[in-house]
């Protein structure tokens, strides 16, 4: 078992290359194009030396779902097109740091969290862009809104003057077969087309869904952002 951050530069490029060939694999079986799919590698838990490695090897989003880690990790001067996801449930308290750090947050599920993100972002007067996180799954445990809530979420943020909406995310429930996640992905897919039927003028072009272990099925159901941590950096 090789532990986190041990993995070598040769096994990282494997990785990636492996990833690169699933998704266009994917897209390819679902007519789609894989460069409409943007992998964004979730480097949580994992050291900066090998973010430094991965964007050297042609990856340039990565996912992060702590704002105190992603700090110290990206903190620093970073390349001008490296961009950064928060993809971890968010706290309002940390709505400001979350802004001056990410160039886009994923994880945005409820009122509260948009009022916080949306006076933070008026004080320093930048836009931010943000995803709505949808429960697929309904479990009680985990964060994202239910598909219920969607459009009054999304009616808060397109009056948010300072945040952007692009998009959806989802996570579907850990299944024993990866295959079954799929009526999840459509799910999400659907409720962005009810969405952008009832409010045309808004742009939901980002659905961002589909793991390691399952984004094979996401991107079938029409993903553009896949969020790949342990196929690319090995395990946690
Ligand atoms: C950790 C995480 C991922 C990546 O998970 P892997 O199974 O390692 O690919 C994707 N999305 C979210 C929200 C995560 O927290």
Redesign the pocket.
Known sequence: MIAAGAIDHGALERNIDEVHERVHLAARESGRSAEAITIVA?S?TFPRTLVDEAYALGLSSF?E?RVQEAKGKYGGPLPSDLRLHM??SLQSNKAKAAIGLFDRIESVDRMSLVEALEHAATRVDTLVSVLLQVNLGREPRKSGCFPEQALELIDALIGADHLRVDGLMG?APLLPNAHDTRPYFRELRLLREDICRERPDVDLSVLSMG???DFEAAIAEGATHV?????IFGA?
């Not at 969020?227 to 196929?231: C, D, F, L, Q």
């Open positions: 979730v949580k996912g779902n993809i971890g996570i793991m390691s272990g969020r790949i941590g342990s196929a946690r």
